[in-house]
């Protein structure tokens, strides 16, 4: 080898007819890891494996095929430009790393196809997002979500599941993509005792639950993960349908290669979850909104409830006169208390885990009225977050009982069985009650088709507050407070709810003379 070549900026070999080395420059044998003397060894002992073995295929036999090519070499964890020239002497192999511009390569396809994905992705989360605002029941949600994400090719096959009735065991309610033998595994292990599946986690937990890759989580049932192996299927999301304290059900998403989920994608599943979970409810309160007949409900609530614990603590009867969801996992109670006064109410309440403020609004010769701060799970938050409505409540002594309206579907077998199973109350009896088709849509008209969601919070609150009573039992910073906003928040929210109730009220009592 001249000069030249010994002192290119480049990988060269020289090789002899019979395979042996003749030759090797410096830069080549670093290329290859070469640490002895190359020369005189067959070239296959010197040069590092491939997957394809580009190199020794073109110059086996008594023939040489000029090439070039690019390889990946493992041992040496780089990529190598391949070019094999035929000379009088035998054979010359140059040899470049392209190691750096394959990885450059690489990574801008990766970003090209995540940005297709991405788009596909917010595509279909965009359209789902749409339907579940205008779905009416619990069977047309699953349907969007089973039939969207199963007509795309980003994902194998998705399953949607709620609990079954008298326990918390899962029910498959619909699915989309193609039922694989992975499916079939999920199927079989929600029938199986002693396997705990990622969807039957993620109910349990209300928190989304991820195996990537599925093959390597030992959390998952052995038969799945095998099924999957065998299916190419590598990642599994677990989907928790919650809203407040409430899991209605559980999406599971199954898809290939081992990392297919990035952090951004299970953001937006579960801004998914959290959206859907609240379609449930928003569905189960429309039916019972619109409804012209109601299932009521009467439940007996043991000493653990914490109004119960309350009236037990001042000796007196409680009255629940309405209550108003708060934040994720609280209610503000609006209760009337016979026979008390605000401070035995105040000392009483601060020894009852769950009750977190008191404020008293009135007082009469008969009692007084307050309101209760509770945080954490409980019964009437529960009832809120299953599409129901607390049509009354007492409780007196430690002891209470609690009656509710339901729209009158499949749900109230559902409900009334999650509620007895969960906390510490009695299912005692059941009544279907017509309402006046006027009720009906008076209530849509002037609320449901009126009134914002932070509208409808924040003129309860103030009423059952007595805001609007003469003299006010609440004041607006009160009643801010209550909230968490500022007292002009609260008064741009009253003034447009009121606003709205004076249309809806003027539009149906005006006659067109009047109207200008």
């Not at 949600?141 to 969207?148: D, K, P, V, W, Y």
């Not at 008191?358 to 977050?385: F, N």
Request: glycine letters at 8%; a negative charge; aromatic letters at 6%.
């Amino acid at each position: 080898m001249d000069d030249r070549l010994q002192n290119a900026p480049v990988g060269v070999l020289d090789v002899f007819p019979d395979g042996t080395v003749s030759d090797i420059n410096e830069v080549a044998q670093s290329l290859i890891g070469s640490t002895g003397d190359a020369v005189g060894t067959p070239l296959a002992q010197v040069f590092p494996r491939s997957v394809e073995d580009s190199l020794l295929v073109a110059i086996e036999g008594n023939s040489t095929t000029e090439t070039s090519f690019e390889e990946y070499y493992p041992d040496l964890e780089r990529w190598l430009d391949v070019s094999i020239v035929a000379t009088d002497e035998g054979v010359t192999v140059y040899l470049q790393d392209v190691t750096d511009r394959r990885r450059y390569e690489r990574s801008i396809e990766q970003l090209r196809i995540e940005r297709k994905r991405t788009a596909v992705i917010e595509k279909v989360f965009s359209e789902i997002l749409a339907e579940l605002v205008g779905a009416t029941s619990r069977e047309e949600i699953a349907e969007t979500i089973s039939r969207s994400f199963g007509s795309t090719d980003i994902y194998e096959f998705v399953w949607i599941g709620e609990r079954k009735i008298g326990s918390d065991d899962l029910v498959i309610h619909a699915i989309g993509g193609e039922a694989s033998e992975t499916f079939a595994a999920v199927r079989d292990a929600l029938d199986t005792a002693t396997a705990t599946t990622l969807e039957e986690r993620a109910v349990e937990s209300g928190r989304l639950q991820s195996a990537q890759p599925l093959a390597d989580n030992t959390h998952v049932p052995e038969s799945v993960r095998t099924a999957g192996f065998a299916d190419g299927i590598q990642s599994a999301l677990a989907i928790p349908l919650v809203y407040g304290s409430n899991v209605h059900g559980v999406v599971g998403v199954y898809a290939a290669g081992t990392e297919a989920f990035s952090d951004r994608e299970q953001t937006s599943f579960e801004t998914l979850g959290e959206v859907a979970g609240f379609a449930v409810t928003a569905a189960r309160n429309r039916n019972l909104l619109l409804s012209d007949t109601v299932a009521e409900l009467t439940f007996e609530v043991g000493e653990s409830s914490v109004l119960s614990r309350l009236s037990q603590s001042v000796e007196s009867t409680l009255m629940l006169e309405g209550l108003v969801p708060h934040g994720d996992d609280g209610l503000l109670c609006f209760v009337s208390i016979e026979d008390a006064d605000a401070e035995t109410i105040e000392d009483a309440a601060a020894d009852i885990d769950g009750v977190d403020a008191v404020r008293a609004i009135r007082e009469t010769d008969s009692g007084v009225a307050v309101e209760l701060t509770i945080q954490g799970s409980t019964p009437l938050l529960a009832i809120a977050s299953l599409g129901g409505s607390v049509r009354r409540a007492n409780f007196d002594n430690g002891t209470g009982q609690i009656v509710i309206e339901l729209p009158p579907d499949g749900d109230v077998r559902r409900i009334a069985d999650t509620v007895s199973r969960e906390y510490d109350m009695e299912f005692v009896a059941k009544e279907e009650r017509e309402r006046s088709v006027t009720t009906a849509r008076e209530s849509r008209d002037a609320l449901n088709n009126r009134l914002t969601e932070r509208q409808q919070t924040v003129l309860r609150t103030a009423y059952l507050a007595d805001y609007f009573e003469s003299p006010r039992g609440s004041t607006a910073e009160e009643v801010a407070a209550s909230l968490d906003i500022t007292g002009s928040t609260l008064l741009h929210h009253l003034r447009a709810g009121q606003r709205k109730l004076l249309d809806a009220y003027l539009d149906e009592h005006t006659q067109p003379s009047e109207k200008r």
